[in-house]
């Protein structure tokens, strides 16, 4: 109680000495706050959260401006038409087709989840990292899964995802139930466990992803349960999958992103979306890797045709000039 | 930030302060922009008169809002280090009100924030009862860490009243975190203390703690040493042997004691190699087959980081011949040289080209770990159970091991050992010559 008061002083303190506080504080933000050891580490959390604060307000006027022009346009458009007795034919007006709601699709989506949860692939999302995770890592955490259950959903043939070692209240799950209300609903097609992997599925089957690892996963198999942890390491680089997968004795990968790439700029680190997307797509196309890497890397990281060819050509030039040299 | 810009301009115009022109100046420093608002702004005003300065102006803003009485924790706070930063400025007068402050805070407030804290001791540092100072110190640990500042002013405030024994003590404390003090404080010291120890004292704590000496501060020195000793000094270059170019004498060289390097590797197993989760770098039957290996190799006289060696010449550039035969190559040179030759691998070496490999297996004790697992540790492990005088070969710098050795004493240790027992290895030459980077200080 005596820490959460003198946070607040300095929260305060830090409010009238001009630095970034967001204006309004709930209560989770102050259980955050908590959390934290350093008087730093709360002053980067709550320019994070300012940040933040402002960015939703300047969306929030953009927003209005656009509707006012649009409103304006509307008008405009309304000046100009004559009532002539005819009903009017076009979007927002009459037409012959039935419009398919919001929901429609929702249900269209959830269907095929229900489809993949009695024939389709099994794939473990591990989410046991949470203690390893700074708060704004673990938000991040949570936005990536909510990603991934979207990006699986809509995909033609998805994965049974299992959510393992979850616990309900931890900071990335409760952020995540933020995300899907209706996560925990007996009806909605999502598998959120305690247990562990190893409780559901042969050790036998099971593959760990893991970056940290030697072994490239070179043939993708129809028939292995892959394991993603649900980690956002941004801060702390400890090899904390490849220890788990080590310690569970299990066979582990990681996607042989150098093998079928050229990487330019940025770091080779993929977020949890972008690796069940590749993951999706080698299932259905056959396992061509490159045309998955490719499909789903971010453009920016990496090199394109020509400028590998380049930077090749550059190197033969340099290897010739270092075997020129005496000594290797 | 073209508020911060009106702001500043105001301030350093030295105008009078008066009740309207602040009001205007609030209303149109408010238009430019919501960075700094109502909430705020006396806070900026006085932490901007601070960057600026301008004592003046602070503290007839200051008397304005206290006369208005709109005082808030961070204007106070604010005035207070600006009282500090111009502590050489401040009239008794002033020296009454801050008393007066501080004593209100401490009255007001059952407990406070660290900054709030901070602030106070600051002040409270230039006047006479600056010994409160310590008492509010420790509520302010109790609360956080304050920042290394607040322990410069109060041994600068002990100097400079003349209680040696405190100053040091506090900044022996201060170090102890392994943060370093002002140079003030080194100022004040030399500035108070005019005896001939004075200088020694100062160098003394300088060595004994390993502060990086800056270019101001070796100024200070020289300039002081030239003012007590009245004898010339000069700034001069040191080889990386050790020797001045000046008076051609040599450095002290560094050194482990026995009893240190005991102490370095009884503490380096467990923070560095297993830490919280021995899987993280290795796996529980490795450590003890590494440690019956070592037993077993006895005492060697170079460890060598076979990869980091095989790597010298590039991982993507050159083949596995290449590898080998450069690690053999060095392998060579230290056999040549009659020295017991220790090589940590990992096991993925074994595919390399017989020729070489059976070579290094042969003349020398090897350990391959697990291909996962990191070497480094059990390198600089090897290196130290071997015992004292024992060198290793890697090009690694090792940093971010020796951040996981928390201790700065032990760590100071760990910094010395390797700056005498790492070898970094240079190249080596098509016939199997190789060379190493000049050791510094040996």
Redesign the interface.
Known sequence: M??L???A??V???????HRVPSSMAADRWRDLLMLE??SQRMRLLAFWWTNEKKREADKRKKQERKKKREEELAMIKEGETDDGHIKYGFGGSTIFIRVYDSKIDAMHNSKLVRAMQFGQDLVVDCSYTSHMTIKEASNCAKQMMMMFAENRIHDDPFNMHFCSAVRDDNVMSRLFKFIPTMYDASFPMNITPKSHLDLFPKERLVYLTP???EELRTYSHHDVYIIGAMVDKANN???S???A??QGLRMAKLPLDRYLAWGMGSKSLTLNQVLAILLDMKSNGGDWEAALRKNVPQRKVVTKEQAEREISARIRQ?RR?QQR??? | MKQLDLLTSFITASNELSEVALSDLKKSVFLLGTDINEKNFDAVFIELCTQNNMFTAGKSFFQMLQNQNRLNLASIGKFLRLCFALRDSCSEEDKLLIKLLCCDLTEKYPVLDVGTYESIILGISVTDSWKESMNILQKAKEVGSPISRVYSAIAEAAFSNRDFELGWAILDELLQMNKEPDISVYKKWLCTNKDDNALNRLLSFISTHNIVITQELSDLIVDNYQRLKSSPASITKISSTGICNNCTKSLQPVDVTPEEFMLLKDSFLKPVLIGNDVYLKSKPGEIDAYLKFLTNAGRVDVVLDGLNIAYAAGIKKSSPKVHSKMLMDVVKYFVARNMRVMVIGRKHMVTWPKKNMDFIFKSSSTFLADNVSSDDPLLLFGAMYSGLGTIFVSRDLMKSHKFLIKESNIRQIFERWQQKHQYYLKHVDISGNVTFQVIIFV
């Open positions: 005596k820490k008061k003198v946070i002083l300095e305060e303190v830090l409010r009238q000495e001009g350093t008087k940290h690892c030697r400890e090899p904390l490849l220890a788990k080590k310690s290897e270092r005496l000594y290797y």
